[in-house]
C-alpha cells in the first residue's frame, strides 16, 4: 500500500542533475531522463553518502575486449562520494545488482510530481 | 566522544592565494612560470596517472574562496560534531615533486604562511600541518624550525612519494628539527611524479584506481626504511604518522621485518629492538582509506596484529573522493574512544587535554 506523497514542481528537476527533495522525512533524488521522471533514495548503500549529489552521466560499457564504449549517457548517477555507479531507473549498482538504493515509483499530475512510497 | 580529524584537507580554489606570501624570484617564478595545470594550478612534477573523476567529493563544490571553509564547517565539522581537524592542506605536499629544491622550499614557505594566516584563526577546531620540501633537508628543518614553533601547528608534513626511502641518512636533519620542535613527522599519499621515484616497484602501473590501491607499496618502505636505519634510536621521542596508505599490510610486513632482523641483525647493530616494538612506539597510522573485506573479521584480525587499538587514528580525508564517514569507521566498538581521539593526544601533544575531559 502506497501513499502519494508531492516532491517538486516537474520543471524544478533539471536535466543534468538531480534535484533533491524530502518527502516523508528522507532524501530523495529526482531526475529527468528521456523517458520521464525518476526518484532514488538520496542514501548511498556503501557508506551512506549523498548518492543522488553526484554526477549523473554515463559509463563504458562491459565488454570482453579492450575497447571504451560509452555508454547509457545521462542514465547513470555517481555516488558523490566514493563514486558508485548507480542505475537512475533500477537503483542498482552497476559493479553488483545486489546492491541496491531505494527507488520508488513517481508520477506527473499537471506540472507537479509525485512520488510513492 | 572526542573526535580529532588526523586528515582534513584546506582546500582553495586557485593557488595564487599564495602570491602574497612570496617575493622576488620566486613569486615571479610562481606568477608568471609554467604550470603543469590550469592557471591558479599549484606548480609540481605532475604524477603519470590522473583521477577519472577528479579528487573532490560532487557534493562540495565551492565557487569562492571562502566557499571552502564554509562548506567544510556545513557538510562535516559540524554534521560529524568533529572536535579538532588537523588540517592537512592538498597541492602543497606536491612540492615535493619539483627539481628546484629553492622553490619548492619557496612555496612550501608561503603555504605556511597562507594556512597559519588565513586558515587557523577561522575555526577553533583548526589545528596545522606544515608542509616542507624533502629534497632539500637543509632547508626543511630550516623551515621546521621557522613555523614550527607556532602553537596551533602540530606536524611536519611531507608526501610519501619521495625520491629515496624517508629513513635514509640523507633525511636526518628533518628528524633533528622535528624532534627540537616536538613535532611528528607524518607522510601522506602523495607526491607522485617529477623527481620522485615511482611508488610502483615494478614501474608505473596503468589506471588511477589500480595505482591508488597499491600505493601502500611506498609506505611499507618508508616504515622500513624508518626502523632500519635506526631514526627512532637517535630520536627516542619522534613519532611518525602515516596518512592515506591502507593499514591491513602493516602487520604481514612487520612480521617479515621481525624475522629478518632476528637472522640478520648485525647488518644493523645501532638497533636495540624488534622492528615491531619500534613500530608500535613510534608508528601512528590513519585510518582512511581503511580496507574493505567482504568479512569484517578478516579486517579485524589484522588491526588487532598491529595493536590498531594503540596505532591507529582516524581520518576522514575530508573532501577527497574515498572520504570516510564518521558513522561508518569498521574498528572494534572498544577501541573507537582511542582511535577517534585518544590516541591523537599522545602525538599531537599540543592539543589541549581539557577539550578532550570536556567532550566525555
Same mark, same amino acid.
Given at each position: 500500500?502506497?501513499?502519494?506523497?508531492?516532491?517538486?514542481?516537474?520543471?524544478?528537476?533539471?536535466?543534468?542533475?538531480?534535484?533533491?527533495?524530502?518527502?516523508?522525512?528522507?532524501?530523495?533524488?529526482?531526475?529527468?531522463?528521456?523517458?520521464?521522471?525518476?526518484?532514488?533514495?538520496?542514501?548511498?548503500?556503501?557508506?551512506?553518502?549523498?548518492?543522488?549529489?553526484?554526477?549523473?552521466? #554515463?559509463?563504458?560499457?562491459?565488454?570482453?575486449?579492450? +575497447? !571504451?564504449?560509452? =555508454?547509457? @549517457?545521462?542514465?547513470?548517477? $555517481?555516488?558523490?562520494?566514493? #563514486?558508485?555507479?548507480?542505475?537512475?531507473?533500477?537503483? +542498482? !549498482?552497476?559493479? =553488483?545488482? @545486489?546492491?541496491?538504493?531505494? $527507488?520508488?515509483?513517481?508520477?506527473?499530475?499537471?506540472?507537479?510530481?509525485?512520488?510513492?512510497? | 566522544?572526542?573526535?580529532?580529524?588526523?586528515?582534513?584537507?584546506?582546500?582553495?580554489?586557485?593557488?595564487?592565494?599564495?602570491?602574497?606570501?612570496?617575493?622576488?624570484?620566486?613569486?615571479?617564478?610562481?606568477?608568471?612560470?609554467?604550470?603543469?595545470?590550469?592557471?591558479?594550478?599549484?606548480?609540481?612534477?605532475?604524477?603519470?596517472?590522473?583521477?577519472?573523476?577528479?579528487?573532490?567529493?560532487?557534493?562540495?563544490?565551492?565557487?569562492?574562496?571562502?566557499?571552502?571553509?564554509?562548506?567544510?564547517?556545513?557538510?562535516?565539522?559540524?554534521?560529524?560534531?568533529?572536535?579538532?581537524?588537523?588540517?592537512?592542506?592538498?597541492?602543497?605536499?606536491?612540492?615535493?615533486?619539483?627539481?628546484?629544491?629553492?622553490?619548492?622550499?619557496?612555496?612550501?614557505?608561503?603555504?605556511?604562511?597562507?594556512?597559519?594566516?588565513?586558515?587557523?584563526?577561522?575555526?577553533?577546531?583548526?589545528?596545522?600541518?606544515?608542509?616542507?620540501?624533502?629534497?632539500?633537508?637543509?632547508?626543511?628543518?630550516?623551515?621546521?624550525?621557522?613555523?614550527?614553533?607556532?602553537?596551533?601547528?602540530?606536524?611536519?608534513?611531507?608526501?610519501?612519494?619521495?625520491?629515496?626511502?624517508?629513513?635514509?641518512?640523507?633525511?636526518?636533519?628533518?628528524?633533528?628539527?622535528?624532534?627540537?620542535?616536538?613535532?611528528?613527522?607524518?607522510?601522506?599519499?602523495?607526491?607522485?611524479?617529477?623527481?620522485?621515484?615511482?611508488?610502483?616497484?615494478?614501474?608505473?602501473?596503468?589506471?588511477?584506481?589500480?595505482?591508488?590501491?597499491?600505493?601502500?607499496?611506498?609506505?611499507?618502505?618508508?616504515?622500513?626504511?624508518?626502523?632500519?636505519?635506526?631514526?627512532?634510536?637517535?630520536?627516542?621521542?619522534?613519532?611518525?604518522?602515516?596518512?592515506?596508505?591502507?593499514?591491513?599490510?602493516?602487520?604481514?610486513?612487520?612480521?617479515?621485518?621481525?624475522?629478518?632482523?632476528?637472522?640478520?641483525?648485525?647488518?644493523?647493530?645501532?638497533?636495540?629492538?624488534?622492528?615491531?616494538?619500534?613500530?608500535?612506539?613510534?608508528?601512528?597510522?590513519?585510518?582512511?582509506?581503511?580496507?574493505?573485506?567482504?568479512?569484517?573479521?578478516?579486517?579485524?584480525?589484522?588491526?588487532?596484529?598491529?595493536?590498531?587499538?594503540?596505532?591507529?587514528?582516524?581520518?576522514?580525508?575530508?573532501?577527497?573522493?574515498?572520504?570516510?564517514?564518521?558513522?561508518?569507521?569498521?574498528?572494534?566498538?572498544?577501541?573507537?574512544?582511542?582511535?577517534?581521539?585518544?590516541?591523537?593526544?599522545?602525538?599531537?601533544?599540543?592539543?589541549?587535554?581539557?577539550?578532550?575531559?570536556?567532550?566525555?
Amino acid at each position: 500500500m502506497t501513499t502519494k506523497h508531492f516532491a517538486c514542481k516537474a520543471d524544478e528537476v533539471p536535466q543534468d542533475m538531480a534535484k533533491i527533495v524530502t518527502v516523508s522525512n528522507m532524501p530523495i533524488g529526482v531526475f529527468r531522463l528521456e523517458d520521464g521522471f525518476h526518484a532514488l533514495l538520496n542514501i548511498c548503500p556503501h557508506k551512506g553518502a549523498a548518492l543522488c549529489e553526484g554526477p549523473v552521466c #554515463g559509463t563504458t560499457k562491459q565488454t570482453g575486449a579492450t +575497447e !571504451f564504449v560509452y =555508454d547509457r @549517457a545521462g542514465e547513470i548517477v $555517481r555516488c558523490a562520494w566514493h #563514486g558508485w555507479e548507480f542505475d537512475i531507473r533500477s537503483g +542498482e !549498482f552497476l559493479v =553488483d545488482p @545486489a546492491v541496491k538504493t531505494r $527507488r520508488f515509483d513517481i508520477s506527473v499530475e499537471g506540472g507537479d510530481l509525485y512520488v510513492h512510497i | 566522544m572526542f573526535i580529532v580529524d588526523c586528515d582534513c584537507h584546506n582546500y582553495w580554489c586557485s593557488a595564487t592565494v599564495l602570491e602574497p606570501y612570496m617575493e622576488g624570484l620566486f613569486k615571479d617564478m610562481f606568477i608568471r612560470g609554467e604550470r603543469t595545470g590550469p592557471r591558479g594550478a599549484f606548480p609540481h612534477g605532475h604524477r603519470p596517472w590522473f583521477h577519472p573523476e577528479g579528487f573532490a567529493r560532487h557534493d562540495v563544490n565551492p565557487v569562492e574562496e571562502g566557499d571552502n571553509y564554509l562548506i567544510m564547517k556545513e557538510k562535516h565539522l559540524d554534521k560529524y560534531n568533529i572536535d579538532v581537524a588537523i588540517l592537512t592542506g592538498d597541492e602543497p605536499i606536491e612540492a615535493s615533486t619539483l627539481a628546484n629544491p629553492y622553490y619548492a622550499n619557496a612555496l612550501c614557505k608561503a603555504y605556511n604562511d597562507y594556512m597559519i594566516d588565513y586558515w587557523l584563526p577561522k575555526d577553533d577546531r583548526f589545528w596545522g600541518s606544515i608542509v616542507v620540501a624533502p629534497q632539500d633537508p637543509h632547508l626543511a628543518a630550516a623551515e621546521i624550525r621557522r613555523a614550527g614553533g607556532h602553537p596551533r601547528v602540530v606536524q611536519v608534513l611531507v608526501s610519501h612519494g619521495a625520491s629515496r626511502p624517508y629513513g635514509d641518512p640523507f633525511y636526518h636533519p628533518i628528524y633533528e628539527a622535528c624532534a627540537e620542535m616536538g613535532l611528528p613527522f607524518a607522510m601522506h599519499l602523495g607526491g607522485q611524479g617529477g623527481i620522485n621515484s615511482t611508488p610502483i616497484g615494478a614501474g608505473p602501473s596503468t589506471f588511477f584506481w589500480e595505482t591508488h590501491a597499491i600505493l601502500p607499496q611506498t609506505a611499507m618502505t618508508h616504515m622500513a626504511s624508518l626502523i632500519a636505519n635506526g631514526v627512532f634510536e637517535k630520536w627516542p621521542s619522534l613519532k611518525v604518522v602515516v596518512i592515506e596508505c591502507g593499514v591491513a599490510w602493516v602487520p604481514s610486513v612487520l612480521w617479515r621485518l621481525d624475522a629478518n632482523y632476528k637472522a640478520l641483525r648485525k647488518e644493523t647493530p645501532w638497533l636495540k629492538r624488534l622492528p615491531s616494538e619500534y613500530f608500535k612506539d613510534h608508528f601512528r597510522f590513519s585510518t582512511q582509506p581503511l580496507e574493505q573485506p567482504e568479512n569484517i573479521q578478516h579486517l579485524w584480525a589484522a588491526l588487532e596484529a598491529m595493536d590498531g587499538e594503540n596505532t591507529l587514528m582516524f581520518a576522514s580525508d575530508y573532501p577527497h573522493w574515498d572520504y570516510d564517514d564518521v558513522n561508518k569507521l569498521h574498528v572494534p566498538p572498544a577501541w573507537r574512544e582511542k582511535i577517534f581521539g585518544l590516541n591523537a593526544l599522545d602525538v599531537y601533544t599540543r592539543l589541549p587535554r581539557a577539550a578532550a575531559q570536556a567532550a566525555e
